[in-house]
């Protein structure tokens, strides 16, 4: 049983792994054995956090702004240049962006597709030849795209932008699965709800609006830090080897309600 979960060894790259959803799951790949390599934009945190993950196991850091196609280049090729291959990719990095109907501008649209959508796909297929290399039928190489349950149901905070984009990043990964499963390449999205992170802190830094976002999951709680780790290992490990295509709603049953 051990075994069936185990991703020791393995190689990982976490895109926005210094804070929140990434930093969860990337904790939880160092802590299981994996070397694991965190990306961010602010160079400074992105060191820091990989010397302190470091204490757990093996974690160094690559710093990329993924905004724009040379970003993904440049982590591209400094990953293909530092591992040769790739086991596992976590799509991870994103933003939202917020602002009542009237007032919500176009150029939202603009940055959240690059950064959610664009950054995804120019970063898997730039490091296609990485992951092939570590891919074969017994255990294939995998690529794990964070969603969000904004992408599934009609959110309650006006995030037209973001949940526009949630959506794209859910239809991409069943496309890229379909493509790639011949090379034994597996393509998973996690689509998260209310977990702690920066993009969460406006609302969860709140009482009062924290406890009416408890109140909207079934299970009533904040998502934790074992629930995403957890999530994202199963899908590294040979326990996840036969899924692929798959929106994975990690969200406390927030989904089984529209």
Not at 52 to 70: M, T, V
Not at 128 to 135: N, S, V
Request: proline letters at 5%; glycine letters at 10%.
């Amino acid at each position: 049983m051990p075994d069936l979960f185990s991703v020791q060894g393995k190689t990982v790259l976490v895109t926005g792994g210094s804070r929140g959803i990434g930093l969860m799951i990337a904790e939880a790949f160092v802590e299981a054995g994996a070397r694991v390599i965190i990306s961010s934009r602010k160079a400074g945190v992105c060191h820091e956090v990989a010397e302190r993950l470091s204490a757990k196991g093996q974690c160094e850091a690559i710093p990329a702004d993924l905004s724009d196609s040379a970003g993904a280049d440049t982590l591209a090729a400094a990953v293909n240049e530092r591992l040769g291959s790739l086991d596992v990719l976590v799509n991870n990095a994103g933003a939202t962006w917020g602002a009542p109907l009237a007032e919500y501008p176009e150029a939202a649209f603009d940055k959240l597709w690059a950064v959610n959508v664009k950054a995804i796909f120019r970063l898997t297929t730039q490091l296609l030849p990485a992951l092939r290399k570590a891919a074969d039928a017994e255990d294939p190489a995998r690529v794990i795209n964070i969603g969000s349950v904004d992408g599934i149901r009609v959110p309650s905070m006006e995030v037209y932008a973001y949940s526009a984009t949630k959506s794209a990043v859910h239809m991409l990964t069943r496309s890229l699965a379909h493509q790639l499963a011949r090379e034994h390449i597996t393509v998973n999205a996690i689509a998260p709800g209310p977990f702690e992170s920066k993009m969460m802190a406006f609302a969860l830094d709140s009482p009062e609006i924290r406890a009416a976002i408890e109140d909207e999951v079934p299970l009533g709680r904040i998502g934790r830090p074992e629930d995403m780790g957890g999530t994202a290992i199963y899908l590294a490990s040979r326990a996840g080897a036969y899924l692929t295509g798959a929106i994975i709603p990690v969200d406390g049953g927030m989904t089984t309600h529209g």
